[in-house]
């Protein structure tokens, strides 16, 4: 049985960008991807550091951006939910 990860993907990647962990943020990304039932290597993966929304306990946050390679639309649903926040 799989280990249950309470945070979220745009979470875990904040945190490897703070903690200097940034080069395996793209595996972990593709390895979400592959959880989904989508080819990692169909997408270039970019990030994006923004500052975090009044009121968090962030002060930075990374966003995920999809990029299809093919040049076709990311699904909307796909890339709300690599971003998703809770």
């Known amino acids: 049985m799989g280990r249950m ?7 875990q990647i904040t945190r490897m960008f703070e903690q200097g962990q940034s080069f395996f943020a793209t595996t972990k990304v593709q ?4 959880e989904r039932k989508h080819n990692p290597l169909d997408y270039d993966i970019l990030f994006h550091k923004k500052p ?21 639309p990311v699904d909307p649903w796909l890339q709300e939910q690599v971003n998703f926040h809770a």
């Open 52 to 72: 975090a929304p009044p009121g968090s306990k962030e002060v930075m946050v990374v966003e995920i951006e999809l990029r299809r390679k093919d040049g076709q």
């Open 31 to 34: 390895e979400w991807l592959q």
């Open 5 to 11: 990860n309470p945070y979220t993907l745009q979470l």
